[in-house]
């Protein structure tokens, strides 16, 4: 098969999180980049496939899809060997579809709205830090005594939830509970693709934060 195709840039937690999952299933796939810096992700040519110019985008043959929870679904539905990473039995699926709202409604937004700031020049906004400390406690409460976000092996949920965990953590390492800490670094064992994925973008978003010149990629 062609591979994929995924817009977006790479310190975006949810492009990261598409990747992963990419990753997890052996799926080719090509980056798209989209520099948000300079509003790429609202030229007509974007809105032509996203017209609510959100990221990441998939572009798969003549088939377009957007929102990184509905890519990863897709992606473990057309080329998934197995259901393992998003099981079809309804009660499994259930916990793994909890996780994914939980990081599309809860804890990447906290993540996104202290951090995009920060990619505009802005310092970062101590309300910000805070509510995203007591988000990451609300991860901790899911997260339990579990190896994993959802189920006793890995599932897209991880793919997500630690795509945003883990920028967290390499921004606000003292505000992340140390089972959190715990569960990233069964991740980066478990999860096909994991230093390679984050590795550089964390590099890049440590830069942002720190009031330093970022280059986008």
């Known amino acids: 098969m062609e591979p994929v195709e995924l817009y977006g840039f790479k310190i975006s937690p949810p492009l990261r999180a598409t ?7 052996d799926v080719k796939y090509k980056l798209k980049f989209l520099d948000v810096t300079k509003w ?8 032509k496939l996203n017209p609510i110019h959100s990221i990441p ?7 377009v899809l957007f929102d990184s929870h509905a890519i990863s679904c897709y992606l473990v539905n057309a080329y998934g060997k197995d259901d393992k990473w998003y099981p079809k039995e ?6 793994v579809d909890q996780r994914l709202h939980f990081d599309n409604g809860v804890l990447g937004p906290a993540l996104k709205k202290m951090g995009v700031p920060v990619l505009f ?20 409460k899911l997260l339990g005594d579990s190896q994993f976000i959802a189920l006793d092996w890995p599932t897209i949920a991880d793919c997500h939830c630690s795509a ?11 505000v992340v509970p140390p089972r959190v800490s715990a569960w990233l670094r069964r991740c980066e064992e478990k999860l096909p693709g994991f ?4 590795g550089p973008a964390l590099e890049q978003m440590k830069q942002a ?5 970022v280059q986008l990629s």
């Open 209 to 213: 934060f720190s009031g330093g010149p």
């Open 121 to 140: 020049g802005e310092k970062p906004n101590p309300d910000h830090i805070a509510h995203v400390k007591e988000v990451l406690e609300d991860l901790d």
């Open 57 to 63: 985008t998939l572009v798969d043959g003549d088939y």
């Open 40 to 47: 790429d992700h609202h030229k007509p040519e974007y809105l």
């Open 164 to 174: 945003a965990a883990i920028s967290a953590e390499s921004l606000l390492p003292d």
């Open 195 to 198: 230093q390679k994925v984050h």
């Open 19 to 25: 990747m992963m999952t990419c990753e997890a299933l």
């Open 90 to 95: 309804p009660r499994l699926r259930g916990v």
